[in-house]
C-alpha cells in the first residue's frame, strides 16, 4: 500500500475434496487484485495454498482408501493445477505439510506457550468437522445441525491446551475501535464485533485424538489444532517462500486476507488475538465476499451442488470465467452461478461489445488507413475526459475493494467507445475526402480508448487484454495502469488483425 508492497492472501484450501467454482471464486478476485496493484508498480506478494491437516482430511482420506498423506498430495496438487489454470500469479503456494511450515507452526506454538495464554483444561462441545469448529448450542439448527453445513454435530470432550481468547476481549475492541475499515464490508466488521462484545469462551488449541497434524511441541501426545496451524500459514508462509531469505521483514503484516463469511470469526476475532499473544502485528485489512450459490445455496462439496470449474474453462477460455465471475458476483454479496448467465454474459458481453469493437476498429484502421494508427488530432477530446476519469475510477474503486463497480466503470467505456462508432459512422467520413481529418481522429480515439480498456481490464481478462493490445499493435506486455493515459501508447502503431477474441461455443451444462 503506502510503503510500495502488497501482501494478500486467499484462504489455504481444505484437501478433502476436489476444488469447485467456489474456490475458483476466491483465487480469482485474489488474482484481480494482485494484479491491480502489480499495475500500480507496487511490490506484491500473493499467496494460496492447501490447508491439509486435521480429523476432517483423515476422514476423507480415509473414505478414500488412501493415507492423509496420499490424499493431501493428490488434491493439493489438483488445486495448485486449478490455480495455473485459472491464471492466478501467486508468488507462493503453501502446503500446511511443508515440513518448514511445521517447524515454524511449533516455533509460534511455543512462543504463545511462553506468553502464559495457554494453558490445560477439558472442554465438552457440539463439534462439526467439515468446519472444523466447535458451535454452541443456540448456534446449531434445529435437530442439532452445523449452521454451516447442516449436517449433524457430535458431541466431542476432551482433556486439551487452551488459549486464553477470553482475556483479549478489551483488546479487541480497542482495535475495532481504532480501525473501522479494517473489516469489510461494513456488515461484516458489525457482525465480527458483536461477537467480541458478547463475550469470547477460551480456545481449544490443541487435539488429543486427532493424530494427522502438527505435535505440540511441550506435549507431543496432542496434535495442534488445524485453525491454529492454518491461520499461521499467512506467516509462515514469509519465512520459507525465498530460500535464505525472510520475507516477513518486507511483507508483515498483510495488506489483505481475503475469505468467504464462512470463516469471518476465524479471522476477524481469533487471528487477531493469536497475533497479539504471539506479539506479531495484526493484519492491515480482511474483505469477506459473499458466496457463490447454485440453486440459492452456497456451492459446497458438502451440500453437493458444486460446479466443475474446468469444462466452462475448457469451452470458454479462463478470461470468461474470470470476467462473469467478477461482474455476476458483486464483491462483498452473493451470485449466483448459471450457466444461461455464464453464457449471456459471454455472448452478449464480451463477445459483442469487446470482442466485436476491436474488430470493427481494426479492420477500419485497415480498411482506410493502410492498417496504420492516425496520430492523434485533439479532435475527440472528450473522450479522452472520459478514458482519464474511468482509470481513476477504477483506481478508487480498487482502493475502496468495490471491485464490482471499478469495473463497471471501464465497461461503460467499452459501451461508449461502440457508440461512438455509431455516431461518428467512419464508413461515411471515409467517403467525403474533405472530413479525412475528422476521420483520422475517430480512429485514433477508437484504438487509443481501445489501448486503455485493454490496460484498465487487464487484472480481470489478462489473456484477452494482451491480445487487444496485439491487435492495436501495441506492447502486450505495457499494462502498468500509468500507461492508460491518453497518448501514452506506441504512436502511428500498425494494426493486425485480431480473429475471435470470443468465439461462439457450445452450451457447457452446470
Ligand atoms: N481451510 C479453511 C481455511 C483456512 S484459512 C487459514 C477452509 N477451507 S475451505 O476449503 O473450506 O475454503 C473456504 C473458502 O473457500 C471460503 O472462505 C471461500 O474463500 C472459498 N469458498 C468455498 N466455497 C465458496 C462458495 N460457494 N462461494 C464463495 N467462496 C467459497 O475454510
Redesign the pocket.
Known amino acids: 500500500m503506502a510503503d510500495g508492497r502488497f501482501y494478500l492472501?486467499?484462504?489455504?484450501?481444505?484437501?478433502?475434496a476436489d476444488?469447485?467454482?467456489?474456490?475458483a471464486?476466491?483465487t480469482i478476485m485474489a488474482d484481480v487484485i494482485a494484479r491491480h496493484h502489480r499495475q500500480l508498480e507496487e511490490e506484491v506478494f500473493f499467496l494460496t495454498g492447501?490447508?491439509e491437516h486435521g480429523a476432517k482430511i483423515a476422514a476423507s482420506a480415509a473414505a478414500e482408501g488412501r493415507t492423509p498423506r496420499e490424499q493431501a498430495d493428490v488434491l493439493s496438487a489438483r488445486f495448485r493445477d486449478l490455480g495455473g489454470v485459472l491464471g492466478a500469479t501467486n508468488d507462493f503456494f503453501i502446503r500446511t505439510t511443508d515440513p518448514e511450515h511445521e517447524a515454524e507452526v511449533q516455533r509460534i506454538l511455543e512462543r504463545l506457550h511462553e506468553s502464559g495464554d495457554i494453558y490445560r483444561g477439558s472442554y465438552g462441545g457440539w463439534y462439526c468437522t467439515a468446519?472444523?469448529t466447535f458451535y454452541a448450542e443456540s448456534d446449531l439448527l434445529e435437530g442439532r445441525l452445523c449452521p454451516v453445513h447442516k449436517t449433524p454435530v457430535e458431541w466431542v470432550e476432551e482433556e486439551n491446551w487452551f488459549f486464553r481468547l477470553s482475556a483479549y476481549r478489551d483488546r479487541l475492541l480497542a482495535l475495532y475501535d481504532e480501525r473501522p475499515d479494517w473489516v469489510l464490508p461494513q456488515a461484516r466488521y458489525n457482525e465480527a464485533r458483536r461477537m467480541i462484545e458478547l463475550g469470547l469462551e477460551d480456545l481449544s488449541i490443541s487435539r488429543a485424538q486427532v493424530e494427522w497434524g502438527v505435535p505440540v511441541p511441550w506435549d507431543p501426545g496432542q496434535t495442534v489444532y488445524?485453525?491454529i496451524d492454518?491461520?499461521?500459514?499467512?506467516w509462515t508462509a514469509l519465512r520459507y517462500a525465498r530460500p535464505g531469505e525472510d520475507l516477513t521483514a518486507r511483507f508483515w503484516p498483510p495488506d489483505l486476507h481475503?475469505?468467504?463469511?464462512?470463516?469471518l470469526k476465524?479471522?476477524a476475532v481469533i487471528?487477531p488475538a493469536l497475533l497479539m499473544a504471539a506479539g506479531l502485528e495484526v493484519p492491515r485489512r480482511m474483505m469477506i465476499?459473499?458466496?457463490?450459490?447454485?440453486g440459492g445455496e452456497?456451492?459446497?462439496?458438502t451440500t453437493g451442488n458444486?460446479v466443475d470449474p474446468f469444462p466452462f474453462i475448457d469451452a470458454y477460455g479462463i478470461d470468461a470465467l474470470r470476467y462473469y465471475l467478477v461482474r455476476e458476483?458483486r464483491f462483498g454479496e452473493?451470485g449466483t452461478f448459471t450457466a444461461e448467465g455464464f453464457e449471456a454474459r459471454y455472448a452478449g458481453e464480451l463477445a459483442n461489445e469487446l470482442g466485436n469493437l476491436l474488430n470493427r476498429v481494426v479492420s477500419m484502421i485497415g480498411r482506410y488507413r493502410e492498417g496504420v494508427v492516425p496520430a492523434d488530432t485533439g479532435g475527440e477530446r472528450e473522450l479522452a475526459g472520459e478514458v482519464a476519469r474511468t482509470a481513476t475510477a477504477l483506481r478508487e474503486g480498487f482502493a475502496r475493494l468495490d471491485l464490482s463497480r471499478a469495473v463497471e466503470e471501464v465497461w461503460r467505456l467499452v459501451q461508449r467507445l461502440n457508440r461512438l462508432v455509431e455516431e461518428r459512422a467512419p464508413w461515411s467520413l471515409a467517403k467525403d475526402p474533405a472530413r479525412a481529418g475528422e476521420l483520422d481522429g475517430t480512429l485514433f480515439a477508437l484504438a487509443e480508448g481501445l489501448r486503455a480498456v485493454a490496460i484498465m481490464l487487464w487484472p480481470v481478462i489478462p489473456g484477452s487484454s494482451e491480445r487487444i493490445l496485439e491487435a492495436l499493435g501495441q506492447d502486450p506486455h505495457d499494462v502498468a495502469l500509468i500507461r492508460a493515459a491518453w497518448g501514452a501508447g506506441r504512436p502511428e502503431a500498425t494494426v493486425q488483425p485480431a480473429g475471435q477474441l470470443f468465439p461462439r461455443v457450445e452450451e457447457v451444462a452446470a
Do not use: C, Q, R
Open positions: 492472501t486467499t484462504p489455504i484450501y481444505y484437501v478433502n476444488p469447485h467454482i467456489g474456490h471464486y476466491t492447501t490447508d468446519s472444523e488445524v485453525w492454518a491461520l499461521f500459514n499467512y481475503l475469505m468467504a463469511k464462512d470463516i476465524f479471522h487471528w465476499h459473499g458466496y457463490v450459490l447454485k452456497k456451492m459446497s462439496k458444486v458476483v452473493d
